[in-house]
């Protein structure tokens, strides 16, 4: 037998019952996405590789350790240059890509976008944790972005989305990083506060130490977060400019005038370089290690640093796969059942039958049939698990009157219609169809 190639590791096929759930997910969240005045932008999966690197950060994890990159270089077309280009491991960097190169920032102040799609990241696999995963995530740029009411209209959004997806018992954390000013006055903070604790953090944290100390906070090694957490200095931090506590202070004012329920956690920073002011992180216990259902924030000056306009921007996006496992539904339970059908007991009624099939398709009636008959018994069988309907049969009796019989699943009745007398047969199911 010739070897058999499996699907590679980290990845997941969604078959046909599963794939109801996530139509019903992509559907309710374009709903709300609608409700809140956001468009869907679709941007290519993959980029040059350095788009990544110069706003989720060179030093972040994804950039050092998760980047997809594909194997073929294509020709930069100026200059001649080999160009690298790597699958995308988010949608932030991309969708400002796009903002830019498509000069969305002259249509409109306040460009409100929204995606549904495969992201990509090279991370050791476990549950919840993928190498192809799919986020859900919107993006709010524009000069008119500058409103801490944005920001809480944007978290109240997430929200709002992870209940309409069924999630009730979720924890929402906030925190602010302040200016890049004030993040560089942090960073000397943690800087000077883990000084003497350099030993004791792991190899990854040593160099992040010089290089980027603010990923320290979100490393998971439990030397490392033991170290984090004995840190003293978090509830008097003055790192921030009055601007900025009073910025964060009006987002939490509107949060509480939504009534959002929020924890404030002070060693939220996030993974990525590019966020500036707040940050927020949507988490579900439940799911163990990898309990982060969605995660955003601000990051008012990466539009600049990709060489576009003045643009402060806010955003989020919540991680697809680990929604489905946090609210466990049963795809099938939204499998619909069909209008109809057709079950043929006699050989030489088959191409007949097979006609009606298609004609009934042809009319918007959800129908099908066993192409290659059995008995009754199996037929019924097949008719059941299709959820029908209507059942339309074709036997001895039938075939040799010219007639077929339709049995009302439901009610439990049957009666018997010309063969020819079609219209009939469709204007009985169709009002019966809202029924179903
Ligand atoms: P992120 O925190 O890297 O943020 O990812 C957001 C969510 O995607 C996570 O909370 C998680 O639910 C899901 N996720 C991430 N990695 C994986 C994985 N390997 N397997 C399964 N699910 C995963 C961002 O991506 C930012 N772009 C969010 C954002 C938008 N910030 C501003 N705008």
């Known amino acids: 037998m010739d070897q058999f190639i499996s699907l590679p590791r980290g990845t997941a096929d969604i078959l046909p019952e599963e794939a109801l759930l996530w139509q019903a997910m992509e559907s309710q969240a374009r709903t709300v996405f609608g409700v809140y005045g956001y468009q869907e932008i679709r941007t290519p999966f993959f980029e040059e590789t350095d788009l990544f690197a110069r706003s989720v950060g060179q030093t972040s994890d994804i950039v050092q350790k998760q980047m997809l990159n594909l194997a073929a270089q294509t020709e930069a077309q100026e200059n001649d240059k080999s160009t690298s280009l790597s699958l995308r491991p988010e949608g932030t960097a991309s969708i400002v890509r796009s903002y830019i190169q498509n000069r969305l920032d002259k249509k409109e ?9 495969p992201m990509f990241r090279g991370e050791r696999p476990q549950k919840g944790r993928l190498r192809q995963f799919h986020q859900i995530g919107v ?28 999630l009730n018992d979720f924890v929402l954390r906030i925190n602010t990083l302040g200016t890049l000013e004030d993040k560089g006055a942090f960073s000397g903070i943690l800087k000077d506060s883990l000084q003497d604790k350099i030993r004791n953090l792991c190899p990854d944290c040593q160099n992040r130490y010089d290089r980027n100390v603010l ?15 004995g840190l003293n200095f978090w509830r008097n931090c003055e790192y921030l400019s009055p601007k900025s506590k009073e910025y964060f202070e009006a987002v939490k004012k509107a949060l509480d005038a939504l009534e959002i329920t929020y924890v404030e956690d002070p060693k939220l920073v996030r993974g990525l370089d590019y966020y500036t002011h707040t940050v927020f992180e949507f988490s579900c216990q439940r799911l163990g290690s990898q309990d982060a259902v969605g995660a955003g924030g601000r990051y008012n000056n990466l539009v600049e640093q990709l060489g576009g306009p003045v643009a402060d921007a806010v955003g989020f996006a919540l991680g697809m796969e680990r929604i489905l496992l946090a609210t466990a539904k049963e795809g099938a339970e939204l499998q619909a059942g069909l209008d109809a059908f057709v079950v043929c007991l006699q050989e030489e009624g088959l191409l007949k039958v097979f006609k009606l099939l298609q004609d009934l398709r042809a009319r918007g009636v959800s129908a099908d049939m066993n192409l290659r008959p059995g008995s009754m018994k199996s037929q019924m069988r097949q008719a059941d698990k299709a959820k029908a309907r209507f059942v339309l049969i074709l036997g001895e009796e039938e075939l040799k009157a010219g007639e077929v019989t339709l049995k009302d699943m439901k009610q439990g009745v049957q009666e018997k219609f010309r063969l020819g007398a079609f219209e009939e047969i469709v204007s009985k199911i169709r009002s019966n169809k809202s029924e179903n």
């Open 109 to 117: 102040k306040l460009s409100k976008l929204f995606y549904i799609g």
């Open 139 to 166: 993006e709010a740029i524009g000069p008119d972005s500058a409103s801490p009411f944005l920001d809480a209209e944007v978290i109240a959004l997430g929200t709002n989305l992870l209940k309409q997806l069924g």
């Open 215 to 229: 990923r320290v906070l979100d490393c998971k090694n439990k030397e490392c977060r033991s170290v984090v957490e």
